[in-house]
């Protein structure tokens, strides 16, 4: 079907820099490169025809330049440049051989896309062949490291990712020495086959190079091996964002085509723009300086927070979702706030971010009640710089209007930064009465930041750096 053919594509496409000399030798062992390479085409080709909106673009881009600063002006106290998975796959040349950015294809893969996109059946978000999982309840990925590969230096890092997933999921991870298993290979991109896809070799490939060493990276490669593909190939994903086609690299559309409802196995998940499996708005850009995905009217706050830093809440339960996590725990148990059973320990609630404790009725340690009046104040937010590691600074603000008012919020000011997506430093305001969906992210000082309202008295402001020096000002007032 057309969508599983984008949606097993789409997990080809993600390694990051011009990859090693034997990656395409690599790839040639699964599927046929150049079969591969026709039916991309062929799907961008299809995407090209089709029927744009180009009055509601016009109006976005409209929008969207508006908020592009003419003169900005930052505060001192942070710069950081960076890139994300597709930017780098695109400069290594590997994204030719990928799909959806980053990726692999297995032969059998690929037969069920040219399958789809002849039939035009349906794909699924989270690879529901049993041909392709790894199991349930009890979940274990083995996996090794290539002879070659320098995991001196990379496998802290590529271990706390494994080990977010593991603290948050029933998922775990083995390292072996035989038997069928991950292998993590050398590579100037990231890229990652989607589900377990059984090689006769007994390994499949999980391609990170120096450039996808961050703690998110690293999760959002480990998320393809599990099964999953891209939010913005869902089925419902046109009513949330539009997709300019006209702002994509020559033999990039197939990147951006759709999956069926009736293959969804999230449907029941809300459509999340800070998902950690979310393209940044400006991935496969022609003019980089203009989005490719923008928020449609009525979520175009949500423009700059495309592509979570790490894991969200909603990430995490579909992963617990997909392996049937929760039949590990057989005594139900009441949660706050949007807390659900913890997989890895009945007795206690899993958290959405902002909140803590054994129900989730706590704030996290540390948080700064800040009292917010009438009258308009501001503060000023500082992390120091200091070693990249494998965790983020993070600080929490609660903003508290009294009851019956609601916290007006904007960012004044931010530090010098440019980056792709807000993963490397800056805020995330949660905003909404509901505590599970990530909330809205700050991070570029370019633009003209949003101005947010809470939906109760309440407002939660996290800020966060990955070892880099992050200053901002946010200034904020009680409405009626």
């Given at each position: 079907d057309l969508e599983m053919f984008s949606l097993l594509l789409l997990a080809l496409a993600g390694s990051a820099l011009a990859g090693p000399v034997d990656f395409e030798d690599d790839l040639k062992h699964n599927v046929d490169l150049g079969r591969l390479q026709k039916d991309l085409k062929d799907l961008d080709d299809h995407l090209k025809n089709s029927v744009l909106d180009e009055a509601e673009i016009e109006l976005l881009k409209e929008a969207y330049t508006k908020t592009v600063l003419p003169s900005p002006s930052p505060i001192k106290g942070s710069i950081i440049k960076d890139e994300d998975v597709n930017k780098l796959n695109e400069k290594a040349g590997e994204e030719k051989d990928l799909f959806k950015g980053d990726v692999l294809l297995t032969s059998h893969q690929l037969s069920l896309i040219e399958s789809a996109h002849k039939s035009n059946r349906s794909r699924r978000q989270a690879l529901k062949d049993a041909g392709y999982s790894w199991g349930s309840v009890n979940v274990v990925v083995p996996y090794s490291y290539s002879a070659t590969y320098p995991r001196a230096d990379r496998s802290p890092t590529i271990t706390a990712a494994m080990k977010y997933w593991e603290k948050n999921t029933c998922v775990r991870f083995n390292e072996v020495a035989s038997g069928y298993r991950v292998e993590i290979r050398e590579s100037v991109g990231c890229s990652s086959y989607v589900g377990k896809i059984n090689d006769p070799s007994g390994t499949q490939a999980l391609n990170l190079g120096a450039g996808c060493m961050g703690v998110g990276t690293i999760c959002h490669e480990l998320s393809h091996t599990f099964g999953f593909f891209h939010v913005q190939s869902r089925y419902d994903r046109d009513t949330y964002v539009t997709i300019d086609f006209n702002n994509i690299l020559t033999g990039n559309s197939h990147n951006?085509?759709?999956?069926?409802?009736?293959?969804?196995?999230?449907?029941?998940?809300?459509?999340?723009?800070?998902?950690?499996?979310?393209?940044?708005?400006?991935?496969?850009?022609?003019?980089?300086?203009k989005p490719v995905i923008y928020a449609k009217a009525g979520y175009q706050m949500y423009q700059e927070s495309m592509m979570g830093r790490v894991p969200t809440f909603y990430d995490i339960l579909g992963v617990n979702k997909h392996f049937n996590?929760?039949?590990?725990?057989?005594?139900?148990?009441?949660?706050?706030?949007?807390?659900?059973?913890?997989?890895?320990?009945?007795?206690?609630?899993?958290?959405?971010?902002?909140?803590?404790?054994?129900?989730?009725?706590?704030?996290?340690?540390?948080?700064?009640?800040?009292?917010?009046?009438?009258?308009?104040?501001?503060?000023?937010?500082?992390?120091?710089a200091g070693t990249v590691t494998t965790q983020y600074t993070t600080k929490y603000f609660l903003l508290q209007a009294p009851l019956g008012m609601k916290v007006k919020m904007t960012t004044k000011a931010l530090g010098t930064r440019w980056t792709n997506s807000c993963d490397a430093m800056g805020f995330e305001v949660k905003y909404k009465s509901d505590a599970r969906p990530s909330g809205v992210q700050v991070c570029d000082w370019r633009?003209?930041?949003?101005?947010?309202?809470?939906?109760?008295?309440?407002?939660?402001?996290?800020?966060?750096?990955?070892?880099?020096?992050?200053?901002?000002?946010?200034?904020?007032?009680?409405?009626?």
């Amino acid at each position: 079907d057309l969508e599983m053919f984008s949606l097993l594509l789409l997990a080809l496409a993600g390694s990051a820099l011009a990859g090693p000399v034997d990656f395409e030798d690599d790839l040639k062992h699964n599927v046929d490169l150049g079969r591969l390479q026709k039916d991309l085409k062929d799907l961008d080709d299809h995407l090209k025809n089709s029927v744009l909106d180009e009055a509601e673009i016009e109006l976005l881009k409209e929008a969207y330049t508006k908020t592009v600063l003419p003169s900005p002006s930052p505060i001192k106290g942070s710069i950081i440049k960076d890139e994300d998975v597709n930017k780098l796959n695109e400069k290594a040349g590997e994204e030719k051989d990928l799909f959806k950015g980053d990726v692999l294809l297995t032969s059998h893969q690929l037969s069920l896309i040219e399958s789809a996109h002849k039939s035009n059946r349906s794909r699924r978000q989270a690879l529901k062949d049993a041909g392709y999982s790894w199991g349930s309840v009890n979940v274990v990925v083995p996996y090794s490291y290539s002879a070659t590969y320098p995991r001196a230096d990379r496998s802290p890092t590529i271990t706390a990712a494994m080990k977010y997933w593991e603290k948050n999921t029933c998922v775990r991870f083995n390292e072996v020495a035989s038997g069928y298993r991950v292998e993590i290979r050398e590579s100037v991109g990231c890229s990652s086959y989607v589900g377990k896809i059984n090689d006769p070799s007994g390994t499949q490939a999980l391609n990170l190079g120096a450039g996808c060493m961050g703690v998110g990276t690293i999760c959002h490669e480990l998320s393809h091996t599990f099964g999953f593909f891209h939010v913005q190939s869902r089925y419902d994903r046109d009513t949330y964002v539009t997709i300019d086609f006209n702002n994509i690299l020559t033999g990039n559309s197939h990147n951006f085509n759709l999956e069926s409802a009736d293959k969804t196995v999230l449907r029941d998940f809300p459509y999340e723009f800070g998902s950690n499996m979310h393209y940044y708005h400006k991935d496969f850009a022609a003019n980089y300086s203009k989005p490719v995905i923008y928020a449609k009217a009525g979520y175009q706050m949500y423009q700059e927070s495309m592509m979570g830093r790490v894991p969200t809440f909603y990430d995490i339960l579909g992963v617990n979702k997909h392996f049937n996590c929760s039949a590990k725990c057989t005594t139900a148990l009441t949660c706050s706030n949007g807390g659900v059973q913890d997989v890895n320990n009945c007795a206690a609630c899993l958290c959405p971010s902002g909140w803590a404790g054994t129900k989730c009725d706590q704030r996290p340690t540390g948080t700064v009640a800040v009292p917010v009046t009438s009258t308009m104040q501001t503060k000023r937010v500082d992390i120091p710089a200091g070693t990249v590691t494998t965790q983020y600074t993070t600080k929490y603000f609660l903003l508290q209007a009294p009851l019956g008012m609601k916290v007006k919020m904007t960012t004044k000011a931010l530090g010098t930064r440019w980056t792709n997506s807000c993963d490397a430093m800056g805020f995330e305001v949660k905003y909404k009465s509901d505590a599970r969906p990530s909330g809205v992210q700050v991070c570029d000082w370019r633009v003209q930041q949003p101005t947010i309202t809470s939906e109760t008295n309440e407002m939660m402001v996290i800020a966060y750096s990955y070892g880099n020096q992050f200053a901002a000002e946010m200034q904020f007032t009680a409405v009626v």
